[in-house]
């Protein structure tokens, strides 16, 4: 193995969410070590501007180019469509995962026509998604639904409280009346619903995310550039711009991967 493939990849989200998305690293990818930040301290980007998004990811990715990191996944949709393109033009060299709501496989999927997309506003509201709809979605009818306040109780480590609940049920609610068999979720911290979710949507219906796609797509992006480690698994480092204590006391609830050392990431 080349001594470049050991140097560590680096995962991202405003907070938990992206530990939706590392799972599906860890998985695929157990010779990996991986960094990962929760920016916690600047939660929620679903609600700030694209402008503010923007400087924060380029805070983290320059905390991970120090940390030497070979590869950089951004676990976040919303971070994803402020900030990819920007940093691809700054770090041209960096093998680069973003994420997308599913729109394709979702259109594929679907037998009633009807695709829901939970996301967050951010991501509803960017160029980005308008021209995935426009790419991929044109044979079928999109329903589009913000989140507001979702991403807050999950980073409380609530997953099923009343609160929740009723706030979810809410924002379901017109996606089944509007006739969705497809319900994508398009948020990093959504799929942590998937048990409640399924309580309340028909059995038919199908809630797809793409972590696992993102993994493969590190994977092939390392396969490519001679850069996927291999040997024995290797370890998992977390970083919070939050605060440490709560990180560490949610992190048992939504991450079994071990490795539970959380620091203050100041940037
Ligand atoms: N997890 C992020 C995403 O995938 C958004 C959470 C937030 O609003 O900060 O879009």
């Not at 979702?150 to 609160?163: K, R, Y």
């Not at 959504?190 to 797809?208: G, T």
């Not at 560490?248 to 539970?260: A, H, K, N, R, Y």
Request: glycine share 8%.
């Amino acid at each position: 193995m080349a001594e470049a493939a050991q140097a560590p990849v680096g995962v991202f989200d405003s907070g938990v969410g992206g530990l939706s998305v590392l799972a599906e690293i860890r998985q695929l990818l157990p010779a990996e070590s991986l960094l990962y930040v929760a920016d916690g301290g600047h939660i929620p980007y679903g609600e700030k501007s694209p402008e503010f998004i923007r400087e924060r990811c380029h805070q983290v990715a320059e905390f991970f180019h120090s940390q030497g990191a070979k590869a950089l996944v951004i676990a976040c949709n919303t971070a994803t469509v402020a900030a990819m393109a920007d940093l691809r033009r700054t770090y041209p060299q960096w093998p680069l995962v973003g994420m997308e709501p599913a729109v394709k496989p979702a259109a594929a999927a679907t037998r009633s026509g009807v695709v829901g997309v939970l996301a967050t506003t951010g991501t509803l509201q960017s160029a980005k998604f308008a021209a995935l709809l426009d790419r991929f979605a044109n044979d079928v009818r999109v329903i589009t639904q913000p989140c507001p306040g979702l991403v807050e109780l999950i980073e409380t480590g609530d997953l099923h409280s009343p609160v929740l609940r009723q706030l979810l049920q809410g924002y379901v609610a017109p996606l089944l009346e509007a006739g969705c068999d497809t319900v994508i979720l398009g948020c990093t911290h959504y799929p942590f619903l998937r048990p409640l979710l399924s309580e309340m949507v028909p059995a038919d219906v199908s809630l797809i995310d793409t972590g696992a796609a993102v993994a493969r797509q590190l994977q092939r992006l390392l396969v490519q550039d001679d850069l996927l480690a291999s040997g024995p698994a290797r370890a998992t480092r977390f970083w919070t711009s939050g605060d440490p204590k709560q990180f560490e006391s949610i992190l048992p609830v939504l991450w079994q991967g071990g490795s539970t050392v959380a620091r203050w990431f100041t940037a």
